[in-house]
């Protein structure tokens, strides 16, 4: 088993930043992917940002050159800096860790972007 948990949502005016952090805890492998995912209401959650265990990333167009991935192994931890945020950046955001094909899910945090 692997437990996520989230911090730093929050409430932000256009064009602000904010930085999500998440660190699993449990039974943890060194193969894995790890990121974000977002869930606006009325919409479909949908992958934000991803890194694994060797250091590849993976950015939805919509956050490129915005959002910005990172992880620190030792505290088996995952961090996104999120600038220049936009109202449409607004939703729950939710940290993802996969590991021998098993998918866990933190219990998301709040951002909201609006003036």
């Known amino acids: 088993q692997v437990q996520l948990v989230e911090s730093g949502g929050g409430l932000v005016q256009p064009g602000g930043s904010l930085r999500l952090s998440c660190a699993a805890s449990?039974?943890?492998?060194?193969?894995?992917?790890m990121g974000w995912y977002r869930q606006a209401p009325g919409k479909q959650r949908e992958m934000v940002a991803t890194i694994t265990g060797v250091g590849y990333t993976n950015y939805a167009d919509s956050v490129k050159d915005r959002f910005t991935i990172s992880r620190d192994i030792a505290k088996n931890a995952v961090y996104l800096q999120m600038n220049s945020l936009k109202p449409e950046d607004t939703a729950i955001y939710y940290c993802y860790r996969d590991q021998l094909a098993r998918a866990y899910w933190g219990q998301g945090t709040q951002v909201t972007v609006s003036s």
């Open positions: 449990g039974t943890i492998f060194s193969i894995y992917t």
